[in-house]
């Protein structure tokens, strides 16, 4: 049985991933601040017959980072999937925007990256066992809205960070690839008292090729394909998952 690690675990894209990884028998380790969701994750696993453990900690924190690693080898015995999610967006205009709030995003975004890649590295190689890194980007890293500078710069970063770790680690066995969402609706991922149904106008389903707004579970399979067997000679890569939003030329009315 493998096991995968997730940051950010607990709503939205992560507790997607966490769900399907579980369904596929993966044993699942997550981490993310959210106490209450964590747990609510992993009574949901269990109560589907899988294995999994929760820690409340901060993905920009080395010492957060390396308990939690810790922690997952202890239980479990393996890290054979590490996948980094959390991320978080402190957006308005340029002008505006602190020194203080950029910081923070490039700390959990990109040096969380960084850290759960070390950190499974780190694992993997010990144990000389390979692996799967996926570091979750975004389409910001591509194309941007107006006031997105630190999301924006944050998830460009994953991108240069993917082919870095990608090279420096394909000699022990361990592949990274990127993921990059586009509109992606998490409203009934959340913890159950703040999950919502989402509501999507014709004109937001159209602004996507395939016709409809992005499910996390599209995400989870993404993660599931390049984590798996079938993507044994895939590293490197960013997998743009959007449903073709980015290629398609929007003229205003």
Known sequence: ?????????????GRALAVAFAREGYRVSIMDLHREAGFEVIRQIRSMGGKALFLQA????????E??????LEEFGSLDVMIHNAGIARNGFLLDLTVEDFDRVIAVNLRGAF???????????ERQTGGS???IAS???LMSEPNTEAYSASKGGILALTHAMAVSLGHYGIRVNAVSP???????WQYSPEAVEPVHSERDRLQHPVGRVGEPMDIASACLFLAGPGAGFITGQNLVVDGGMTIRMIYED
Request: charged share 25%.
């Open 133 to 135: 890194i996926i570091l």
């Open 182 to 188: 586009g509109w992606i609706e998490t409203g009934p």
């Open 115 to 125: 850290l759960a890649g070390k950190h499974a590295a780190r694992a993997m190689i």
């Open 139 to 141: 389409t910001r890293a």
């Open 67 to 72: 308990r939690w690693t810790k922690l997952t």
């Open 58 to 65: 901060d993905a920009a924190e080395e010492r957060d980072m």
């Open 1 to 13: 049985m493998r096991t995968v690690c997730i940051t950010g675990g607990a709503r939205g894209i």
